[in-house]
């Protein structure tokens, strides 16, 4: 595994409201079970955006990221992807498909290397040995830990170095979609800081990412979008530099 050298800092135009839509959730409404957990969510992300959805423990966010990943099928409403219908599908397909999804608490596996997590996550891609060798050097570039220990046991890296290789793994599908769940879990403040700005720098090459996430200043400190979920449903939605001068959004979830 060798470091590659990319322009990560190269200027990309920011999203607009006339880019591509890459993921389209209206009025969904899902259960567990008999009971509703999810009341008419609609949930947009266009290509090359950073969107947040913020609230508290049980507001619905990691429950609408089982929605798109197919765990969960809504009892209405429409859950799309490329302007193709995802409602219904098999997880395996949805990831097919073009989502990849980093797991709360990274679940990477701690008894292969470096390099063979990132090789898991290419399995979808195993036939493309060139797109895959170009991802994995974008990996390394992003995150030259990673190149550095290639030969290193996931289970060795400290938390902030796991959450890098977990975000690494998913890329290595080459996604149109990369969900984020609570990225920021124990990890450091300073380290929380440094991987967000990663993620922005993830969306500036032109992916698409969703985040859920509890730490709601940065979340929203480097999203183009932001929804705010309470209750299973959301309670508040706009731009994010709005959102983090919104006086509720101020008082309720950035401590001000």
Do not use: W
């Not at 079970?33 to 999810?38: C, N, P, S, T, Y």
Request: charged letters at 20%.
């Amino acid at each position: 595994m060798t470091q590659a050298v990319l322009d990560l800092a190269r200027p990309v135009a920011a999203p607009t409201g006339d880019a591509p839509m890459v993921l389209d959730i209206r009025a969904a409404d899902a259960f567990y079970g008999k009971a509703q957990v999810l009341f008419g969510v609609s949930v947009s992300v266009r290509r090359g955006q950073v969107v947040s959805l913020i609230g508290a423990n049980g507001a619905g966010k990691s429950t609408t990221l089982n929605l798109v990943m197919g765990r969960l099928r809504p009892a209405t409403g429409s859950v799309e992807l490329d302007g193709r219908s995802i409602a219904g599908l098999s997880t395996e397909s949805i990831i097919a498909a073009g989502v990849a999804c980093v797991p709360q608490r990274r679940r990477i596996f701690s008894t292969l290397t470096v390099l063979e997590n990132l090789e898991v996550g290419a399995y979808v891609r195993r036939k493309d040995r060139a797109g895959v060798a170009r991802t994995l050097e974008e990996v390394c570039a992003l995150f030259p830990v990673l190149a550095k220990k290639a030969h290193m046991m996931g289970g060795v890296l400290s938390g902030g170095e796991q959450q890098m290789l977990a975000i690494g793994r998913g890329l290595m599908s080459n996604p149109s979609l990369l969900l984020l769940d609570e990225p920021s879990m124990g990890i450091s403040p300073k380290l929380t800081t440094e991987m967000f700005a990663d993620i922005r720098r993830i969306a500036e090459t032109g992916r698409t990412v969703l985040i859920v996430e509890q730490n709601a200043y940065a979340a929203l400190g480097i999203s183009d979008h932001g929804y705010v979920l309470e209750n299973g449903a959301v309670a508040l939605e706009g731009p994010a530099a709005r959102l983090m001068h919104d006086d509720y959004v101020r008082q309720t979830y950035l401590g001000a």
